[in-house]
Nanobody, 122 residues
Framework: QVQLAESGGGLVQAGGSLRLSCAASGTIFSINAIGWYRQAPGKQRELVAVITSGGSTNYADSVKDRFTISRDNAKNTVYLQMHSLKPEDTAVYYC????????????????WGQGTRVTVSS
């Protein structure tokens, strides 16, 4: 079993910054990609940013040039640095670990964290 522990959410004024962390623990051989998703009230969950084990990244257009995702493979931890936050960034942010291999050659699984709330006041 794998657990994802998110931290770093909170209340910030517009224009401010926050850094989210997602630490994966448990039986892990490798993780293909870890991403951040968010869900605002009344809206569907959407991809914010994702990073692969090789370091490739992808961002939602709405956060490009403001958010940066990074990864420490040795710690199985992913960070989301958020700058120039806007009220529309307000949401619960979820960490997702895609294609997690517990041991070499085993079937992969997908895991979600419990979410961390980010509130941006205007």
């Amino acid at each position: 079993q794998v657990q994802l522990a998110e931290s770093g959410g909170g209340l910030v004024q517009a224009g401010g910054s926050l850094r989210l962390s997602c630490a994966a623990s448990g039986t892990i051989f490798s993780i293909n990609a870890i991403g951040w998703y968010r869900q605002a009230p009344g809206k569907q969950r959407e991809l914010v940013a994702v990073i692969t084990s090789g370091g490739s990244t992808n961002y939602a257009d709405s956060v490009k040039d403001r958010f940066t995702i990074s990864r420490d493979n040795a710690k199985n931890t992913v960070y989301l640095q958020m700058h120039s936050l806007k009220p529309e960034d307000t949401a619960v942010y979820y960490c997702n670990a895609d294609r997690v291999f517990p041991i070499k050659g085993a079937l992969p699984h997908n895991y979600w964290g419990q979410g961390t709330r980010v509130t941006v006041s205007s």
